[in-house]
């Protein structure tokens, strides 16, 4: 959900505790409190993309599963102006 030739940046970091935290930054629509908080119940919100598509409200919560099965914790920050951050930290 990113407009055409938009931003969208990867870092990767390690914390004192030798954990590696993957952080993926996108520039596109914001999400709500309330929509991030429907992802992680399964429950997801659909909203339109940039170019006026609509996701099928799969994706992130297929990412939550693998995710939870490869022990690892995810954030979501979204702020306008900035976007959203998706930070994945490997226990």
Known sequence: FSPVNGDIFI???LTNENQVKIFVIDKGIVM????IQSIFNKQPILQEGTNGEV?????LPTVIDYLEL??????????????TTFEILFL
């Open 11 to 13: 870092r990767t970091e």
């Open 32 to 35: 709500s409190e309330e929509i």
């Open 55 to 59: 996701g099928t409200g799969i994706g």
């Open 70 to 83: 490869l022990k690892t914790e995810l954030k979501i920050e979204s702020k306008i102006g900035k976007g």
